[in-house]
Nanobody
C-alpha cells in the first residue's frame, strides 16, 4: 500500500509555469507506475500524464503534450509534473495516482488528495 501527497499548486498567469510534486509514502513506491490527473467541478476526471516505475517510459494527453513533463526520483519517492506555457483551460484540481503493472491511463489504485492549479487569463 502507498499514500500519496501532492504539493505545488497555486495561482499563475497564462503563459507561466508551475511544478507539482507527488510524494509517495511507503517502501514500495518505486515499484508503482504514477499518473497525474485533473478534474474541474462538474466534469469527469481527465488523464494528464503517466510514468513507468523505472522512470523510463512516459506518455501524455494530447492537450498537454509539449508543455508538461513528468519525471520521477525514486531515491526521494517523488514524482514531479513540470507545467509550462499554462493556459486558463489547465485550471483544475490535480491528483496523482499510483498503480502496479502496465503504464496506462486508467485503473489506478491509490490517489492523493489533490492540489488546486488556477491559471488566470
Amino acid at each position: 500500500q502507498v499514500q500519496l501527497v501532492e504539493s505545488g499548486g497555486g495561482l499563475v498567469q497564462a503563459g507561466g509555469s508551475l511544478r507539482l510534486a507527488c510524494e509517495g509514502i511507503g517502501r514500495t513506491f518505486s515499484s508503482y507506475a504514477v499518473g497525474w490527473f485533473r478534474q474541474v467541478p462538474g466534469k469527469e476526471r481527465e488523464f494528464v500524464a503517466a510514468i513507468r516505475w523505472s522512470g523510463v517510459g512516459t506518455f501524455y494527453a494530447d492537450s498537454v503534450k509539449g508543455r508538461f513533463t513528468i519525471s520521477r526520483d525514486n531515491a526521494k519517492n517523488t514524482v514531479s509534473l513540470q507545467m509550462n506555457s499554462l493556459k486558463p483551460e489547465d485550471t483544475a484540481v490535480y491528483y496523482c495516482a499510483a498503480r502496479t503493472g502496465l503504464l496506462v491511463a486508467t485503473n489506478y489504485d491509490y490517489w492523493g488528495q489533490g492540489t488546486q492549479v488556477t491559471v488566470s487569463s
